[in-house]
């Protein structure tokens, strides 16, 4: 029962989203405590929302770091001499560009976030990308494989899920 009022769920914001009855950020904190209160649960709604941001909070903080961090390490250059090579292999080939691409997000994709390989891999590609009238859901697809496949190593895993009290 719980996961056909889950899909339920789901499928009510995405509906109210995306027939912009709701803003996303309206629909994602009154749907669930709408279904909550529908299944009887509305006096336990606050306990859900202190777990919930406790469970979240770290990952939250985290990310936030993880952004500012290599964005300032974006901007001192840092990531430079790894573009710089990767965009004189490529050339103007596209296969290579493609080929370039996916190392790229690759390499970046070694310290286990993901937003920073987005940042770096979109910023050094896009205007590749754009000279040579390629498409760039190739590029964002791309990119995201190879972060798919580097999330599989030990350090990239999220954490284990914390036992129920």
Known sequence: ??????????????????????SPIAALVL???????????????????????????????????????????????????IVRGILRFCKADPMRIVVGTALLAAIVSLDGDGSTTFMITVSAMYPLYKRLKMSLVVMTGVAAMANGVMNTLPWAAPPPARPPP
Request: overall charge negative.
């Open 31 to 81: 749907i669930p405590a709408l279904f909550c209160v529908f299944v009887g649960q509305g006096a336990q709604l606050g306990d859900y929302v202190i777990d919930g941001v406790t469970d979240l909070a770290p990952t939250a903080a985290m990310l936030m770091f993880a952004i500012v961090y290599f964005g300032v390490m974006i901007d001192v250059g840092l990531f430079d001499p």
């Open 1 to 22: 029962m719980l996961t056909i009022l889950g899909f339920a769920m789901i499928a009510t914001f995405l509906v109210l989203i995306m027939l912009k009855k709701m």
